[in-house]
């Protein structure tokens, strides 16, 4: 993970991130005392601005890591309360690594930071550009479900991306997303069923083979990632226990082109038994049984992001666009980042035409030395600055 802090900018220190495989294990207690976070949002300080933050991941907490908190009040809203490291997750479907290694409880950040801040184990609903407040909902014994509305001086939404089903019918009803914990601890647990199931003495050959046919639809590097886990789950571990159907068992990756979206067109489903596909470049409709089915592509836009960006004209985008600075386009103290967000990029040549029609002073259409030489000293004037 690269990250890049305290770059000069007109508002508080930020950072943002790329992730790259491998690195460190994060390892930590797996379950948390939620009572303990969940912090009464105290008065508002008058002299400490407050940040917003969206988010528990990894955009989320590489900016809490980095924040002077000392300078600002720090509220935190995610409805996960803890940090989970990505990268191993198709590991833990298989039980190469377990759920709690790869786990860091908010607690224990908040721990090292060595000062307070406030964390709210919800998911926010609304954003209100105009108000600079937020909407989430609160579950109450008592008082039943209300909805809490928070104000903030700076936003930063890291509330990531959501598995993409695009729109295909069934997807939500039988297929296993790959993007939680709780996500991938099902998965082990229908692996596993599969091979039971296979084992009964009183199902035919064909059902057997059935059951065991796993199906992942996505070939980028999560999809494939978790097709070599499971090849070696299947014969290190359950070729073992059930040696009865060990010949039985298929791994299919589905994937064409370089987009998930290219392989299907609108008739694409996905039922009990059967995912049907019409695989465009040859017209065929292709139905393929299984046992189970993992749908990997995490590309979709969350909800109440989706809303947020109607409302602010970024109605037609996948992700929200920001400045180089990650500022959201148009509102100096909303900050997006991770995979939520895009950053905007200054295009090259025009920053190169404006420029030049500073130096060409004379409108001559072409620079003499001097004028060269001038708008160089400008620049580097400026950037000492
Ligand atoms: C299995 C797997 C393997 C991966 N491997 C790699 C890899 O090897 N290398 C790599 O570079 N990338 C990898 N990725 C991608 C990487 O995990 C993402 O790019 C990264 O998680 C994005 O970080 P994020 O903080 O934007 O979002 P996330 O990490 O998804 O975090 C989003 C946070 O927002 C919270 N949230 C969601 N909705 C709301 C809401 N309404 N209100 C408040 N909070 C909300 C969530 O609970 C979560 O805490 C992998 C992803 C997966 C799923």
Redesign the pocket.
């Known amino acids: 993970?690269h990250c890049f802090v305290g770059k000069e900018s007109k508002d508080p220190s930020l950072c943002y991130?790329?992730?790259?495989?491998?690195g460190l294990v994060a390892y930590s207690e797996s379950q948390v005392d939620h009572s303990a976070l969940a912090a009464d949002l105290s008065p508002r300080d008058v002299k400490m601005k407050r940040v917003i933050v969206?988010?528990?991941?990894?955009?989320?907490?590489?900016f809490l890591k980095n924040i002077d908190i000392s300078s600002f009040d720090v509220q935190v809203?995610?409805?996960?309360n803890y940090?989970?490291f990505?990268?191993?997750?198709?590991s833990v479907t298989c039980g190469t690594v377990e759920a709690r290694s790869i786990v860091e409880p908010i607690r224990n950040i908040i721990r090292r930071k060595m000062v307070k801040f406030n964390f709210v184990r919800?998911?926010?609903?609304r954003l209100m550009q105009q108000t600079r407040k937020l909407c989430?909902s609160n579950d109450d014994t008592v008082s039943g479900k209300t909805e809490i509305l928070l104000d903030y001086d700076y936003l930063v939404i890291?509330?990531?991306?959501?598995v993409n089903t695009f729109n295909t019918p069934g997807v939500t009803e039988h297929c296993h997303s790959?993007?939680?914990v709780e996500d991938?601890q099902k998965i082990r647990r229908s692996v596993i069923s599969c091979f039971k199931k296979a084992d009964l003495p009183n199902l035919s050959k064909e059902e057997k083979i059935m059951k065991l046919h796993f199906v992942i639809v996505g070939g980028g590097?999560?999809g494939v990632?978790?097709a070599a886990e499971l090849h070696n789950f299947v014969k290190e571990h359950l070729v073992k226990i059930y040696p009865m159907v060990q010949n039985l068992v298929r791994i299919t990756v589905v994937q064409s082109g370089d987009h998930i979206l290219n392989m299907f067109d609108e008739k694409a489903s996905v039922s009990e038994k059967e995912i049907v596909v019409k695989v465009k470049s040859e017209g065929i409709v292709s139905t393929i049984s299984y046992g189970m089915v993992v749908w990997?592509p995490?590309t979709g836009t969350?909800p109440?992001i989706r809303n947020f960006m109607e409302k602010i004209r970024q109605g037609k985008r996948r992700s929200l666009a920001t400045d180089e600075w990650l500022r959201v386009e148009g509102y100096d103290s909303v900050y997006a980042?991770?995979?939520?967000?895009t950053i905007h990029q200054c295009k090259v040549m025009e920053d190169i035409s404006t420029i030049f029609s500073a130096a060409n002073k004379d409108n001559s259409g072409t620079l003499t030395v001097k004028e060269f030489q001038d708008v160089i000293k400008d620049i580097l004037l400026r950037s000492s600055i």
């Open positions: 993970m991130l790329t992730l790259s495989s491998g969206l988010g528990t991941g990894w955009a989320g907490m590489s809203v995610s409805p996960r940090f989970a990505t990268p191993l997750l198709p919800q998911s926010v609903s989430h890291a509330t990531g991306a959501q790959l993007k939680e991938v590097p999560t990632e978790f990997s995490c969350r109440v980042l991770g995979d939520c967000a």
